[in-house]
């Protein structure tokens, strides 16, 4: 019996949270930066207008990004950039993305157009092993369209008060993509952003976090490092902007404990 916990061909995860300023965009460069250093080959999907993701990675052309993909059906080979970064790839956006959700309302398969773009024959040249998509800080159709695309969805989770209070949401919309469209879609994990160990808050969402979802949270826990918060004005993960920073060491944790999850649910 098929099972997309064991997906054949690249693992796509989703980096999803309605929730702006929480270090999605921050988690999904990092850690697709540090898969890589870990030897993987990845590809990162910018789905949020806003582009974050894509200057992060120092993309500067963007004729042909996931706008194309989606509302054009542009191949997805001649949309694919490389980073500076060898073996990391990325699919970039401009704000253009900001009227996909408009423009998609009346195709019948607006939530599937993601989906079937990375499932292109096209896609086995690349030997990808992981594909991360960095979503828009909303539950609008191009996160739908993220979450029936992937096998799981990463959750970052700021540590600040109401941490938890937003993820109800997120997880109703994950729990009606498993009906409608993807019922293998399943929950990566939280992984704890911002984290000040000194804080007493910080302390205490994560105990709330661990009380109330358990395993799902992973070990790591992601700092506040000024060193994470530079990196991305000069157009690179942290890991290359300065490796042995508290941030970067903190990613390479998250893609190792990743990494042996999967080595786990495979075994």
């Known amino acids: 019996m098929s099972d997309l916990s064991r997906p054949v061909g690249p693992r796509i995860i989703a980096v999803a949270n309605q929730k702006g300023g929480v270090g999605k965009t921050t988690t999904a460069i990092n850690l697709a930066a540090a898969l890589v250093e870990s030897g993987q080959r990845v590809l990162v999907v910018d789905l949020d207008p806003q582009g974050n993701a894509s200057t992060g990675l120092g993309v500067d052309e963007r004729d ?3 706008y194309e993909l989606l509302v054009d059906d542009a191949p997805l080979n001649s949309v694919i950039q490389e980073t500076s970064i060898e073996g990391l790839s990325i699919v970039p956006a401009t704000v253009d993305l900001s009227s996909a959700d408009i423009e998609l309302i009346s195709n019948e398969k607006r939530s599937f ?3 079937d773009a990375l499932r292109q024959t096209a896609m086995d040249a690349y030997l990808w092993d992981y594909i991360l998509i960095d979503c828009p800080p909303s539950l609008n159709l191009l996160t739908v369209n993220a979450m029936v695309a992937a096998h799981s969805v990463l959750v970052p989770l ?3 008060f109401f941490a938890l209070e937003g993820l109800s949401q997120l997880m109703l919309t994950i729990r009606e993509v498993r ?3 993807n019922p293998n879609l399943r929950i990566e994990g939280i992984v704890l952003t911002m984290y000040d160990r000194r804080n007493n808050l910080s302390q205490q969402v994560e105990k709330d976090a661990r009380d ?6 992973f070990e790591t826990k992601i700092p506040r490092n000024v060193r ?3 990196a991305p ?3 690179m993960p942290v890991l290359n902007y300065d490796p042995n920073s508290l941030g970067a060491m ?5 893609a190792a404990e990743l990494m042996k999850k999967h080595k786990k649910i495979a075994a």
């Open 212 to 217: 109330n979802l358990g395993d799902l949270v």
């Open 179 to 181: 009906q409608a469209a």
């Open 228 to 230: 994470v918060s530079e």
């Open 233 to 235: 004005s000069f157009a």
């Open 64 to 66: 042909l990004t996931t």
């Open 250 to 254: 903190a990613y390479r944790d998250l």
């Open 113 to 115: 157009l993601l989906h």
């Open 158 to 160: 700021q540590s600040e």
